[in-house]
């Protein structure tokens, strides 16, 4: 029987290291943090260039839900191949885009008519967004929140708030966003505890802020993350959108929901944003959506559409090769039920990181829905001083051992595996990553 993981060749090997020299040498910086050279994946299994093979509890940053290279996806992509790859569907028209745009359209919260525009990534579906926000309502400004995370591209970013280097040196992004703080209750904003704090980070938007210096005739758009991603995994509580979109409706303003990294079955529901019984007025997707290729989708109200011509367009939106590999990826979901076994394999995964957050106070906080968990790692559980260094040590030990994560938000570490993983594969994986967390304690001095 093979053995997964298997690290044989202490990584980065001598094939990796040349890669990386290489990379290094001619690839922008960006955000690279651990040394692995991937050659080739299988559902939940990456080997890499030096034969060392990993169990991935990263899916290219919650990209691979249905698997890597699942022979479904990859026999789709190869068929539409020997047809055409691309022939710009603003411009033109084809069956694929279609066909996904119905789809989508009809899984998108809500039973209202629907339409959508595609694009090539998550950041580009929230630009899509942006535009549409400001000309269906002639408002100009944006709400977002703290720590959310909503793309770099220069509209996208200025949304975004996850850390200050995303910010650093880009100033003017898109004028007239507000940021507020998030419903995160391990680390609150006004040091309130829930329930006691009656929402309080919800209800500010409209006791202070639309009271003082934000009048919400002005406001376009609200961007929310069911689950902020980048900024740590941070799962509000189930009242904090449902208050957020009362106030949208009661004001007309637009409310965005940014399913970038959330959607797509992840977390046990199709959309995260089902978890809250709340019905947004615009969809953003992408990342999951393509199983690999890249594809972003703006789903809205049919009655928000631009209503001339050339309002906005693109040049690979409707791409054949994407609208392919996202139509089978749906098929799949569907099909192989992966909603039920994200909601599943999550309740286990859940409960092996709570059995370890009993053993270890290196753990501050356990949260997460579906397969889309995290923890939170902190110096003194009293204090929450933030485990930076001690999180990045994680990282890097578990890539040495076999298994893929990765860091997001202060001092928290995410768990995303394909939700095909077998339970005997998520196991394992846990079982590295308690080794690891019990080591990285031991050497700074946490029993």
């Not at 990796?16 to 559902?43: C, F, H, M, N, W």
């Amino acid at each position: 029987m093979v053995k997964i993981p298997d690290v044989r060749i202490e990584p980065p090997g001598p094939k990796a290291r040349k890669i990386i020299q290489l990379d290094k040498k001619y690839v922008a910086t960006s955000t690279k943090s651990t040394p692995l050279v991937v050659e080739k994946a299988k559902g939940s299994t990456v080997w890499d260039s030096d034969g060392n093979s990993y169990i991935d509890f990263s899916s290219g940053v919650s990209v691979m839900n249905v698997g890597h290279c699942h022979p479904r996806v990859t026999k789709a992509i190869a068929d539409q191949a020997k047809l055409f790859a691309h022939f710009a569907g603003t411009d033109y028209y084809h069956e694929l885009q279609a066909d996904l745009s119905q789809r989508l359209c009809r899984l998108a919260p809500g039973g209202c008519d629907k339409k959508i525009f595609l694009s090539n990534s998550g950041t580009e579906s929230v630009e899509a967004a942006m535009k549409l926000a400001r000309w269906s309502s002639h408002r100009g400004q944006f709400i977002s929140f703290i720590n959310g995370f909503h793309g770099r591209t220069l509209g996208s970013l200025s949304l975004t708030a996850s850390k200050a280097v995303q910010q650093e040196r880009y100033f003017p992004t898109t004028p007239g966003v507000t940021h507020i703080p998030y419903g995160y209750c391990y680390r609150c904003a006004y040091h309130l505890e829930y329930p006691s704090c009656g929402i309080w980070c919800a209800k500010m938007i409209e006791e202070v802020h639309f009271d003082t210096h934000l009048p919400p005739e002005d406001v376009a758009a609200l961007f929310l993350e069911p689950v902020q991603g980048e900024g740590g995994y941070i799962v509000p509580p189930k009242e904090f959108p449902q208050i957020i979109a009362k106030t949208c409706k009661a004001h007309e303003i637009l409310l965005v929901d940014d399913e970038v990294q959330a959607g797509i079955a992840r977390t046990g529901k199709f959309w995260a944003i089902d978890h809250y019984d709340v019905v947004p007025d615009v969809v953003c997707a992408a990342k999951a959506l393509g199983s690999g290729v890249p594809i972003g989708a703006t789903i809205f109200r049919s009655e928000l559409d631009w209503k001339k011509i050339g309002s906005h367009s693109n040049t690979f939106g409707g791409n054949a090769l994407a609208c392919a590999a996202a139509l089978t990826t749906l098929d799949i979901i569907d099909s192989e039920k992966l909603v039920l076994a994200a909601e599943k394999r999550g309740r286990l995964l859940n409960r092996r990181l709570h059995e370890m957050m009993e053993e270890y106070p290196i753990i501050g906080d356990v949260r997460g829905l579906g397969l889309m968990q995290a923890t939170e790692f902190v110096l003194d559980p009293r204090t929450k001083e933030p485990a930076v260094e001690a999180r990045n040590k994680m990282e890097l030990l578990a890539f040495k051992r076999g298994l893929i994560i990765l860091g997001c938000g202060i001092s928290a570490m995410r768990y995303i595996p394909p939700l095909t993983i077998t339970e005997k594969d998520l196991d394992a994986g846990a079982d590295v990553l308690e080794s690891v967390i019990r080591d990285v304690s031991r050497d700074i001095g946490l029993k």
